[in-house]
């Protein structure tokens, strides 16, 4: 399984401490700025409702799931392929077209993570956090 939940961060510690790349919502207003939304004073890692891939799991997500999440924005502002161990930020847009491509595309373990955006339909996007 390449997505994990978990009911509380001392669960997530046990399983893997913090090894983890964090699919995370973003709580920012719409019309936020583009600097505030990827600060890193704004962003609070380890959120029980975010969606972990495990750093084993990090090869295998990026071959199935690589050319999905192309184009997120990270911190200086550019875009780009996943960034692993950076912050990649994805517009409600985005979000919506990566839900799409899963739906169309199906990859392994598609359905927890398409279940997942649909949970963040209502939020301003979301956060691949890398290590």
């Not at 001392?10 to 983890?20: L, M, P, Q």
């Not at 192309?70 to 990649?88: A, F, K, L």
């Not at 990566?98 to 595309?105: K, V, W």
């Amino acid at each position: 399984m390449l997505f994990h939940t978990f009911a509380s961060q001392d669960e997530r510690r046990k399983f893997g401490g913090s090894a983890f790349m964090e699919l995370q919502k973003c709580r920012q207003k719409p019309g936020t700025k583009l600097e505030k939304i990827l600060s890193i004073e704004t962003i609070a890692h380890w959120k029980n409702d975010s969606l972990y891939v495990y750093i084993d799991d990090m090869e295998g997500f990026y071959a199935l799931y690589g050319k999905i999440f192309r184009d997120g924005c990270y911190q200086n502002s550019e875009r780009g392929m996943v960034d692993c161990y950076g912050v990649n930020y994805y517009t409600p847009e985005q979000t919506a077209r990566i839900a799409r491509a899963l739906a169309e595309e199906k990859p392994a373990d598609f359905q927890v993570l398409l279940d997942w955006l649909k949970t963040a339909e209502n939020d301003n996007g979301i956060y691949l956090l890398g290590l």
